[in-house]
T-cell receptor, first 115, second 111 residues
Framework: EAGVVQSPRYKIIEKKQPVAFWCNPI?????LYWYLQNLGQGPELLIR????????DSQLPKDRFSAERLKGVDSTLKIQPAELGDSAVYLC?????????????FGEGSRLTVL | SQKIEQNSEALNIQEGKTATLTCNYT??????LQWYRQDPGRGPVFLLL?????KEKRKERLKVTFDTTLKQSLFHITASQPADSATYLC??????????FGAGTQVVVTP
């Protein structure tokens, strides 16, 4: 069974440019998460989806970040415009939610560098 | 505000010894606590989950304890191997399934 798939793995852009990350969760996982991870830190939640509904987006900087999960399967996270401080790894994770034990399955991440 | 503390310094340990990692939390009453392993350039991988009514959980060479009075979890790797070298993240989880990750502790096992 395929794991959580993310793309691109690496992205280098200049500040003020837009960028988008894509995530395909494990089949059957209704809960999807986007995390941000800075070097030497743990992942920080940006947004959590239950199916197509965003149930926790309190930490998402809505002035420049947006996310969508159409049809409750794959998801896209967008930053527009990007700032230097957005350089980080963006991790996507999925879980069975209440139907599972609670553990998250992570993708390999998308490393963003903003110049 | 909620705070999670893990040993910030890397833990250097000789092969065959037991590594013990600490996770302390404040202003938080998690329903359970998860531990993940993260290798450089990779996403975290789930290892173990322990519930608030469980004192101890084991999986192969891994052991986790959870003391809700002390607000602390200990993570042990027995008979450590160089392949155990990685960063280990603790993640207290509330009853709604919301996790908050610690910064992680790097473990280096030398032959």
């Amino acid at each position: 069974e395929a794991g959580v798939v993310q793309s691109p793995r690496y992205k280098i852009i200049e500040k003020k440019q837009p960028v988008a990350f894509w995530c395909n969760p494990i089949s059957g996982h209704n809960t999807l998460y986007w995390y941000l991870q800075n070097l030497g830190q743990g992942p920080e939640l940006l947004i959590r989806y239950e199916n197509e509904e965003a149930v926790d987006d309190s930490q998402l900087p809505k002035d420049r970040f947006s996310a969508e999960r159409l049809k409750g399967v794959d998801s896209t996270l967008k930053i527009q415009p990007a700032e230097l401080g957005d350089s980080a790894v963006y991790l996507c994770a999925s879980s069975l939610g209440n139907r599972g034990l609670g553990e998250l399955f992570f993708g390999e991440g998308s490393r963003l560098t903003v110049l | 505000s909620q705070k999670i503390e893990q040993n910030s310094e890397a833990l250097n340990i000789q092969e065959g010894k037991t590594a013990t990692l600490t996770c302390n939390y404040t202003n938080y009453s998690p329903a359970y606590l998860q531990w993940y392993r993260q290798d450089p350039g990779r996403g975290p991988v789930f290892l173990l989950l322990i519930r608030e009514n469980e004192k101890e959980k084991r999986k192969e060479r891994l052991k986790v304890t959870f003391d809700t009075t002390l607000k602390q979890s200990l993570f042990h790797i027995t008979a450590s191997q160089p392949a155990d070298s990685a960063t280990y993240l603790c993640a207290p989880t509330d009853s709604w399934g919301k996790l908050q990750f610690g910064a992680g502790t790097q473990v280096v096992v030398t032959p």
